[in-house]
T-cell receptor
């Protein structure tokens, strides 16, 4: 597509529920990144995919968080047993190679997750 | 560990004025990258400008320029002839040379351009 698409734009869920957040990167971008942005803060790195594999998942806060990218394009961030502290904007970005940190990523508009 | 500090939570200026946003960082590395990103209400992060630490010349992109003071670990963003569309959150970010994707971000400055 023309840009990075994230769905849903907003998600409200109850504490303890499971949620999936979807990211559709720019066509041909092999690298995909997930960030979490809490209110009043800058983004916090979660995970980086190169193709289908997670090249670095060191930012995932705990084992309730998991992400997949089975065909090397669309990625899904999965959060189990959601907690109120998971409320944040989840940003996805993509780049042509793993050089997003040099030449800049293309970001989506994020999913605002609210856990009530 | 590296840290990035933006000491101005919010700033506002009149349209057409010049505004400078501050950023300081802490690192023991000699080579790295610095960035300014803009986040409008649409939430999409947009790269404004980047600077390589080994380049002494300050980066410029049209109305946007930086004042990079390596010894002082300061990286301020100057916006000239500000426009209403410049209203947004602005984030300063740092990247180590040996990690080509992980950015360390400041907390942001909310910039309001008044008509």
């Amino acid at each position: 597509g023309a840009g990075v698409s994230q769905t849903p734009s907003n998600k409200v869920t109850e504490k303890g529920k499971y949620v999936e957040l979807r990211c559709d990167p720019i066509s041909g971008h092999t690298a995909l990144y997930w960030y979490r942005q809490s209110l009043g803060q800058g983004p916090e790195f979660l995970i980086y995919f190169q193709g289908t594999g997670a090249a670095d998942d060191s930012g995932l806060p705990n084992d309730r968080f998991f992400a997949v990218r089975p065909e090397g394009s669309v990625s899904t961030l999965k959060i189990q047993r959601t907690e109120r502290g998971d409320s944040a904007v989840y940003l996805c970005a993509s780049s042509t190679t793993g050089q997003g940190g040099t030449y800049g990523y293309t970001f989506g508009s994020g999913t605002r997750l609210t856990v009530v | 560990a590296q840290t990035v500090t933006q000491s101005q939570p919010e700033m506002s200026v009149q349209e057409a004025e010049t505004v400078t946003l501050s950023c300081t960082y802490d690192t023991s590395e000699s080579n790295y990258y610095l960035f300014w990103y803009k986040q409008p209400p649409s939430r999409q992060m947009i790269l404004v400008i980047r600077q390589e630490a080994y380049k002494q010349q300050n980066a410029t992109e049209n109305r946007f320029s930086v004042n990079f003071q390596k010894a002082a670990k300061s990286f301020s963003l100057k916006i000239s002839d500000s426009q209403l569309g410049d209203t947004a959150m602005y984030f300063c970010a740092f990247r180590r040379m040996d990690s080509n994707y992980q950015l360390i971000w400041g907390a942001g400055t909310k910039l309001i351009i008044k008509p």
